[in-house]
């Protein structure tokens, strides 16, 4: 949940050019003129990358539908509506970040992983994927480099259907069928992310400067494009191969992921 119950808040921040609203080009934008997200920070985030000490760059950002919703439970505890600040809190939307290393918006082709969150792999390690592994590689090879950016995109949990979805495919995986076969036996596209919110977040932070995109999927390099993100090349990023998500790896690879022969 995000909001400004106390409108003071967000007028600070827009004077210290903390808070910034965005057209779809990344442009900023003012006065009445609705934008297409907005964005935060930079929030510093120490973390530690090879047992090295680094200042991360946080930028949260969120698209202006989705924060339009939680301003007007907001309103409503303004007012003083009876359970209003209970419904706020229930209230969600997808907040995505960036986590810039220093430098990044300085850097010509930076390196930039745009990663889809996955809670089982990110967080609680599960090796069925091999998104952890690809987080911690790509934040290794960034710092190596001098710099980089990683976006993680909060909404595309299960590439866009959630957290309960994704757990009913886990199932119908271990009954037989693929990654994408799952998805489609619930009704559901294979692949239903949104990368157009993550290009417009990256062409405001390096002004339209190209990048180096890991990643193994053709796919995704054709969306930033198309919405605007200039890409010089895209790197491959294989890491936490095991035998449990092989079949997962061949799968993608099936699809068309750049991913080595020999899997």
Same mark, same amino acid.
């Given at each position: 949940m995000f909001s400004y119950v106390d409108q003071s808040i967000r007028k600070l921040l827009l004077k210290k050019h903390q808070l910034v609203d965005l057209d779809k080009s990344g442009q900023e934008i003012s006065g009445g003129a609705a934008?297409? %997200?907005? %964005?935060? =920070? @930079?929030?510093? %985030? @120490?973390?530690?990358i090879d047992g090295e000490e680094v200042p991360l760059e946080w930028y949260p950002f969120v698209r202006r539908v989705e924060l339009a919703h939680v301003l007007d439970a907001a309103n409503e505890v303004r007012s003083g509506q009876s359970d209003a600040f209970r419904a706020l809190l229930q209230t969600n939307m997808s907040v995505n970040s960036v986590f810039a290393l220093p430098g990044f918006r300085d850097m010509n082709e930076p390196l930039v992983r745009i990663h889809s969150c996955c809670l089982t792999g990110d967080i609680f390690g599960s090796m069925r994927c091999d998104c952890g592994p690809q987080l911690e590689a790509?934040?290794? *090879? *960034?710092?190596?480099?001098? =710099? =980089?950016a990683v976006v993680y995109m909060a909404g595309h949990e299960g590439r866009g259907i959630g957290l309960w979805a994704k757990a009913v495919t886990y199932l119908l995986q271990d009954a037989g069928q693929d990654t994408y076969e799952a998805n489609v036996s619930l009704g559901l596209p294979e692949d239903s992310r949104d990368f157009s919110d993550a290009a417009t977040a990256l062409r405001y932070l390096l002004?339209?400067? @190209? %990048?180096?995109?890991?990643s193994n999927n053709p796919q995704k390099r054709e969306h930033l494009e198309k919405n605007g993100q200039a890409i010089s090349k895209a790197v491959s990023l294989v890491s936490g191969v095991n035998d449990y998500n092989i079949r997962y790896l061949r799968s993608k690879r099936r699809k068309g992921h750049k991913l080595p022969d020999d899997l």
């Open positions: 934008p297409f %997200i907005s %964005i935060l =920070g @930079p929030v510093t %985030i @120490p973390r530690l790509a934040l290794r *090879m *960034m710092k190596q480099e001098g =710099g =980089g002004n339209d400067t @190209p %990048i180096r995109l890991l």
